[in-house]
C-alpha cells in the first residue's frame, strides 16, 4: 500500500467521487469501437489476461476484453454510479468502487494494471502513490494512455482550474522504477477514434 497522498490529491478524487464524477458518467456513455479493440489486441498480443483498469468507469475500454472468454477482467473507480452501470450493463467482468491511491487488491494479482485518461486528472501530490499502486498490484505490466507534454502542464477544464495536467507519463514512471522495460509505445488521436492520447506499455523484469 502506498503512502497517503496530500489532501489537496484526495480533494480532487473526491470531486470525482461526487456530482462532477456522475456528470462525466452521464457524458460518456459511448465508445468508438476501435478504442476497446486496440486496448484487447494490445493486451492479447503482450499474454496478458488477468487485467485491471484504473479509472475504468463504466468499463467502456474494456468491452472487447470482456467478449474474450481467456481474459479476467477487472476494473475500479471512484465513481458509484459509474461502477454500478458497469455491473448493471450484464457485460460481466469484475468492478469495484476504489481508490487509486489505496487498490483494493493485493499484490501481483494482475498480469497488467493500466489507465486510460485518468493520471491527468491527478494532481501532483498524488501521482507518486497513485503510481506506486498500480505497480504494487501488476505482476508483470503497466501501461499509461494519457495526455502528454515534456513538461507538467495544468490545463483549465470544465471550470476547474486544477483538474487536468499534461505530462511525459513515461518519465514519470521510469524515474520512480528505473528497472522497468519499455516494450510499446504510440500516439492514438480522433481518427483512431481516440483522444490525443500518448500511451506507454511497460514491463517489470
Not at 83 to 97: K, L, M, P, Q, T
Not at 147 to 157: I, L, N, Q, R, S
Amino acid at each position: 500500500m502506498s503512502d497517503s497522498p496530500s489532501p489537496g490529491a484526495r480533494d480532487v478524487e473526491q470531486l470525482f467521487a461526487g456530482e462532477f464524477g456522475a456528470a462525466y458518467t452521464d457524458r460518456n456513455q459511448a465508445v468508438d469501437p476501435r478504442k476497446p479493440a486496440f486496448f484487447h489486441d494490445l493486451f492479447r498480443r503482450n499474454g496478458a489476461r488477468r487485467i485491471l483498469e484504473c479509472g475504468s468507469n463504466i468499463g467502456l475500454n474494456l468491452g472487447d476484453c470482456l467478449a474474450d472468454p481467456e481474459m479476467d477482467v477487472w476494473g475500479v473507480d471512484v465513481q458509484r454510479k459509474a461502477i454500478g452501470a458497469a455491473w448493471a450493463s450484464g457485460r460481466g467482468g469484475n468492478f469495484v468502487v476504489g481508490s487509486l491511491f489505496d487498490l483494493p487488491f493485493r499484490d501481483g494479482f494482475f498480469d497488467l494494471a493500466f489507465t486510460c485518461g485518468v493520471l491527468i486528472h491527478v494532481p501532483r501530490a498524488g501521482l507518486e502513490p497513485a503510481l506506486r499502486e498500480m505497480h504494487r498490484v501488476s505482476r508483470r505490466y503497466l501501461l499509461v494512455a494519457e495526455y502528454h507534454d515534456e513538461e507538467e502542464v495544468a490545463v483549465p477544464w470544465r471550470g476547474q482550474a486544477q483538474a487536468l495536467w499534461r505530462r511525459n507519463y513515461r518519465k514519470e514512471l521510469l524515474t520512480l522504477f528505473p528497472d522497468l522495460v519499455l516494450v510499446e509505445e504510440g500516439f492514438k488521436g480522433p481518427e483512431e477514434g481516440f483522444d490525443r492520447i500518448t500511451w506507454h506499455l511497460l514491463r517489470k523484469p
